[in-house]
């Protein structure tokens, strides 16, 4: 099964495939008035003063800002400046600014939410409005001309990814102590997409099959424990297995029940217990932002206008399907998270695998979907079962947005590293330099908290498989896998990558091209395997490459090499990496050093053409 497609258009999954799009974005982003999550302390602890900042973009004439706060986690309530649930917090501009993305002024406001104990959970709504205008009761008839109108005060919302906006924005953060794992910064990830995975047979599927269950189940992950555990993995991520509509389970029907395809609750309970034996940690895939149309709650919802679960959802004429969902799949109907009764069915399922099963954390599914709000809440209910669980979001938007997520959850997934990492490697899409990838990487750096985990990847379910991209050529395959494992954040690796598992087409008007069956047996590329193994295990052995700052000494764009170092405490490890086309010398600095497959070096070594190598200087002891 190995390929050598003709290569084609690399895909990468999300809104940073477009720059109009990101473009568009920006736009809207600076319109109306906008909080965007920003606070200061990013993750508050007990007494803390928290910073609100809140922009107010050309379209809107505001001269009063007020935030209308509660501390006990019950909904704010308050108008024109006078709060009649908690108490009022005024902003002040602080700022005017020219925003060239529109070319005009935006302002900057800012007020300050006092200091709060451990244990508050802290909402808030924010209200704009000119003083100079009437409110809408002192005026004869309805005038208004929409949020921010004459006679309206203007509400904060914020934008949705799939573009939509929320009316009137209810934030949140809980004040706690909690962390992320410190096992999580560590990690190596490895995401098993379950139907495709063990006991399936290893073959290509018809684009008629992509969307049946194959067979793959919880039992084939318990047979293979001790091969995801030679690989040297710490983590084995499950896509989702609860009871489902579809092979890949993300339309949930039973948040509470494993799909009978998948196995049952004593197979997860087996296979947990399996992995923590060899040191391994289970994750498993959570869908908050939606549910499947089979769900219980939504039919009652859907058929029955006086059910108490119609509130769980949000119906009417302005969406396409009669009710809110995921983009434009009617099967997936997204929960109104603000609901007490969703909210709290939402919290409680992620409780229960917690408690019962002894899981290690969740990846969750379009994590951009619901409010930091929700995720405020979401994250302190795991915390609360297990502080050292791993929570970490599926968000397809830029550093910026994911930085808000701290304190919410540990960490999201790094679309940005597979994009630098395709336009690094992927010849179609090869548009940058190693100039380039080094900036942003010791950018990244600096701009994250440093408990932030952003977990990097090669490809995943939802884009192209990077053998596919490249051709079936394994110099760029281990290039890229390379410069995962020495410079991505808890890197994850999708399983099959690790023995020459790609595709035989490319993703266009086919499903998932990315999720045919695991190479077992005979079909598995040993070379390979033994590659990565070695290249895992130089991984787990040197906390550097998980903690240590990029340091470059040497970066030379027009022949492609690049020599850098990471330290931490008394670990050092260097980096050379060869982008050029021709085998090319790189001088070491002083020492000898050793490289993954335990190979002494020193002074000027050799780079074959698209490599990398990682070596760790040898100590002497006399």
């Known amino acids: ?10 895909f990468v999954f999300g809104a940073l495939e477009s720059d109009a799009n990101t473009l568009d974005a920006q736009r809207r982003q600076w319109s109306g008035l906008r909080h965007m999550h920003a606070i200061q302390p990013l993750d508050p602890l007990p007494g803390q003063p928290v910073t609100l900042t809140v922009t107010a973009g050309r379209d809107v004439a505001v001269d009063r800002v007020t935030a209308y706060v509660t501390t006990d986690g019950s909904v704010p309530v308050g108008s024109r400046g006078r ?12 700022e005017t600014i020219w925003q060239p993305v529109y070319w005009d002024y935006a302002e900057i406001w800012q007020g300050v ?40 005060s203007l509400w904060s919302n914020e934008l949705r990814i799939d573009g939509t906006s929320e009316d009137r924005t209810l934030y949140g953060f809980s004040v706690d102590r909690f962390a992320t794992p410190a096992w999580a910064q560590e990690a ?56 489902t509509s579809s092979y890949h389970g993300y339309d949930t029907v039973d948040f509470l029940e494993i799909d009978p395809r998948f196995g049952t609750k004593a197979d997860l309970a087996e296979l947990v217990q399996g ?59 997204q929960f109104n998270h603000d609901n007490p009764g969703a909210r709290a069915y939402l919290l409680d399922a992620a409780r229960y695998w917690l408690r019962e099963f002894a899981i290690d954390g969740y990846r969750l599914d379009y994590a951009a979907g619901p409010s930091h709000d929700f995720w405020s809440a979401f994250g302190r209910a795991c915390k609360e079962v297990n502080p050292d669980c791993w929570l970490f979001g599926e968000v397809t938007r830029g550093s910026d947005w994911l930085r808000t997520y701290s304190g919410r959850l540990d960490g999201c997934l790094d679309f940005s590293f ?9 010849p179609d899409a090869a548009t940058e330099a190693l100039g380039g990838f080094v900036a942003f990487l010791e950018r990244t750096q600096r701009f994250f908290p440093a408990s932030y985990t952003r977990l990097a990847f090669i490809d995943n379910h939802d884009m192209n498989r990077l053998l596919w991209s490249v051709g079936g050529d394994q110099t760029l395959l281990r290039l890229a896998a390379g410069l995962l494992l020495a410079f991505g954040s808890s890197p994850i690796l999708y399983y099959g990558t690790e023995v020459g598992l790609g595709q035989p087409r490319g993703k266009g008007h086919y499903r998932e091209e990315a999720r045919h069956p695991m190479l077992w047996g005979n079909a598995q590329d040993r070379e390979l395997l033994a590659w990565f193994r070695k ?28 020599l850098a170092e990471r330290i931490w405490e008394n670990d050092a490890v260097l980096v050379a990496v060869n982008n050029g086309l021709q085998t090319q010398r790189i001088s070491l600095p002083t020492g000898s050093f050793v490289d993954a497959s335990g190979r002494q070096m020193s002074g000027e070594i050799e780079l074959a053409p698209r490599s990398i190598v990682m070596l760790a200087q040898v100590i002497i002891r006399s």
């Not at 990830?189 to 290509?204: K, L, M, N, T």
């Open 418 to 426: 597979v994009r630098h990492i395709r336009q690094l490697c992927v």
């Open 275 to 333: 992995a923590h034996a060899r040191g391994l940690r289970i994750l498993l895939d959570f869908v908050a932002n939606h549910s499947s149309d089979q769900f219980a709650p939504f039919q009652e919802a859907l058929h029955d206008r006086d059910s108490i679960y119609r509130q769980w959802y949000s119906f009417g004429p302005q969406y396409d399907h009669g009710y809110r969902c995921f983009f434009t799949a009617a099967s997936m109907p």
């Open 83 to 94: 709060a009649t649930t908690g108490f009022a917090v005024e902003l002040h501009r602080v």
């Open 1 to 10: 099964m190995n390929d050598t497609p003709a290569v084609m258009q690399d």
């Open 535 to 562: 290249q895992i295990t130089f991984r787990r052995a040197h906390p550097a490459l998980a903690y240590g700052a990029v340091t470059t000494h040497l970066l030379d764009d027009e022949s492609g090499l690049w």
């Open 188 to 243: 190596i990830v490895y995401q098993i997409f379950v139907d495709r995975f063990a006991a399936v047979e290893s073959r290509w599927l018809e684009p008629e099959e992509m969307e049946e269950f194959h067979g793959g189940t919880l039992r084939g992950v318990i047979d293979h424990l001790d091969y995801i555990a030679a690989l040297g993995v710490t983590t084995i991520w499950l896509t989702p297995i609860f009871t």
């Open 113 to 152: 939410i006092p200091a709060q104990p451990e244990g508050a959970f802290v909402r808030y709504i924010i209200e704009g409005w000119h003083s100079a205008l009437p409110s809408a009761s002192d005026l004869p008839s309805p005038s208004g001309r929409g949020a921010g109108g004459e006679g309206e």
